[in-house]
């Protein structure tokens, strides 16, 4: 890790690059083939110059020149077109590998990782940093290369003419780059500021966004909500201010640069006058130093990407050298799908205090085990880490005798199906939502798992049945009708293994009543572990574990802990209580 981060952030970029070394070298080659052709002209110009003042009269002595000088430009375009076609290619090659790195190292680090950072963050770095290498790979790579070596070349050219000459014709490219140097001091700083004032602009969007039910539920306009508000107007203000700074330094540099006849003019008329300048070097001189200034501006145009490089690299390498779940690639070998969890403790993070301590817990396969507890007992962390989304901070889990973290996370997520209260649905039909759980899965399998699941027959209300599209978060249904749908998936993946994390919370009670039934047949002779709100859905489970501040308070069976646990007996009560005065309301209604 160290090591890694003394690295400079040209050199990873390079190696995230290294499947297409060879495209990039053939692009820089190309570029600098475009600009030399661009310099030809200049070349033919200041030799057709010279023999005109020799006295040549011969028009074909004349035409080689103009056709070489045509020549230099259809060259500039090939050349230019295939280093640009090329480097674009490799370029987007480059970005695809990159972003597909960054999606499946997120899946190999911690939840809690990702739960930590807020979700525009991702979006920024995975979109907008890795899209913000496309200069730097597709143009400056190539481009920043030609245009710095061809001006060097004739630089060398005219100081082989007449050193003086050479001098006098860097004169106004020193000042210009002393003058932009002075932007460049502060470019880093300031674009670090930019990044971390749109960072906040994008949490706050998200934020917005995925509150708008709040803010049009209170009235509360875009304008008027003032963290939305601040965060994209500092943003808009942040840049004003930079750039107005910026503009007085590179519109001096772009002035003074391509001024190069005000030095090289009348150095070069005293010396001609002096006769220590010939003629056809001189008017040579004055040709090549305009064509030297224009392919150095274009470099010097570069700057800033070199300068935003390294914050870009360095967002980019710490999501890709985030510390991982440490898992072997060997498949393990399994023994049964039971679970033991031995003297477990768990903190989501090294400042905060423990939230598990000391868990002991047997679930023996093919039982159903519920966890009950009040709320922000533990319950759902348990869950969680059953199904690996952390490590321990202490102690083992193990799932058919071997450590979870002895199991690849790919072979771990097979043997475990995980429906929690918020699952996810993604924009695309309700049936590819359902298949997700079993990619490969008929379209009867699909619609078999939404019947078992209690879903069937809505889906097939719907105007496009099937086919509905849910939305971007299943926008499009009701929250009971996404939790039947992700029970349904997970039906379908038919793990050995099944947690049920309050997943029928959204439901109400005469489909939550259906769709227990359901999940009990479905998972006769799996390992069920479910986390209910409802009391009465787990009655008869085998193994009711009660959990309070962190710590197993007591286990077994219903009639067990209603006897010897008070506690449990609590909340059967108020869960009786509530439901007895829900049905009396149900009956007035």
Not at 21 to 45: D, E, I, K, N, R
Not at 148 to 156: E, G, N, Q, S, T
Not at 306 to 316: M, S
């Amino acid at each position: 890790m160290e090591e890694k981060e003394k690295r400079s952030p040209y050199s990873l970029l390079w190696e995230w690059a290294e499947p297409y070394h060879g495209s990039f070298v053939c692009a820089v080659v190309f570029a600098v083939l475009g600009v030399t052709c661009s310099m030809v002209p200049y070349f033919c110009a200041a030799k057709v110059i010279g023999l005109l003042l020799d006295g040549c009269r011969q028009w074909s002595s004349l035409v080689i020149w103009l056709a070489i000088m045509l020549a230099g430009f259809a060259g500039k375009v090939l050349f230019s077109s295939l280093s640009t076609v090329i480097s674009h290619g490799a370029t987007y090659h480059t970005l695809r590998d990159l972003r597909k790195n960054l999606i499946a190292k997120l899946s190999k680090v911690p939840m809690g990782t990702i739960l930590d950072t807020p979700s525009g963050q991702y979006k920024t770095t995975i979109v907008d940093r890795v899209e913000g290498m496309e200069p730097t790979l597709a143009h400056l790579l190539p481009e920043m290369t030609a245009n710095l070596l061809v001006p060097l070349a004739i630089a060398v050219y005219i100081f082989i003419l007449d050193w003086r000459m050479g001098l006098a014709s860097l004169v106004t490219t020193i000042i210009g780059v002393i003058i932009a140097s002075q932007s460049g001091k502060t470019y880093a700083v300031r674009w670090e500021g930019a990044v971390q004032v749109g960072k906040r602009m994008a949490d706050a969007i998200v934020e917005y966004v995925g509150g708008i039910q709040v803010v049009k539920a209170f009235s509360q306009s875009a304008g008027s909500y003032q963290k939305y508000s601040s965060a994209v107007n500092d943003n808009a203000q942040y840049y004003v201010d930079w750039m107005k700074d910026n503009q007085k330094y590179m519109a001096s540099m772009q002035s003074v640069i391509p001024a190069v006849l005000v030095s090289v003019l009348p150095v070069g008329f005293g010396l001609w006058s002096g006769g220590s300048l010939s003629t056809v070097n001189f008017l040579t001189v004055i040709v090549l130093s305009l064509g030297l200034t224009g392919p150095f501006i274009a470099a010097m145009s570069f700057v800033d990407d070199l300068a935003v490089v390294g914050t870009n690299v360095g967002e980019i390498s710490n999501i890709l050298e985030t510390e991982e779940l440490k898992r072997p690639e060997k498949k393990a070998v399994l023994h049964g799908n039971g679970i033991t969890l031995k003297d477990v403790t768990f903190s989501y993070d090294l400042a905060g205090g423990e939230v598990l301590h000391g868990i002991n817990l047997e679930i023996a396969p093919g039982t159903v085990t519920a966890l009950v507890g009040p709320s922000g007992s533990g319950k759902s962390t348990v869950a969680k880490l059953i199904a690996g989304f952390w490590d321990v901070s202490s102690g083992s889990i193990s799932l058919g005798g071997t450590d979870l973290r002895q199991i690849p996370l790919e072979q771990l997520s097979s043997q475990i199906a995980y429906v929690s209260q918020d699952n996810y649905l993604f924009n695309l039909s309700i049936r590819e939502n359902i298949r997700m759980g079993k990619p490969e899965a008929t379209d009867r399998e699909v619609e078999e798992a939404a019947k078992v699941s209690g879903c069937d027959t809505f889906i097939r209300g719907l105007e496009a049945g099937y086919d509905t599209v849910a939305g971007g978060g299943g926008g499009h249904l009701s929250g009971g009708e996404k939790q039947r749908i992700s029970i349904a998936r997970a039906m379908l993946k038919n793990a050995p293994v099944v947690i049920l994390d309050e997943a029928t919370a959204s439901i109400d009670p005469e489909n939550e009543a259906q769709i227990q039934k359901a999940l009990l047949a479905l998972t006769k002779g799996k390992t069920l572990i479910v986390i209910a709100h409802r009391l009465s859905t787990i009655e008869d489970a085998d193994q009711i574990v009660v959990i309070k501040d962190g710590q197993i308070a007591a286990k077994g069976r219903q009639k067990e802990l209603l006897a010897n646990c008070p506690l449990y007996a609590d909340m059967w009560k108020a869960h009786i209580d509530a439901r007895d005065q829900a049905g009396e309301e149900d009956a007035v209604l």
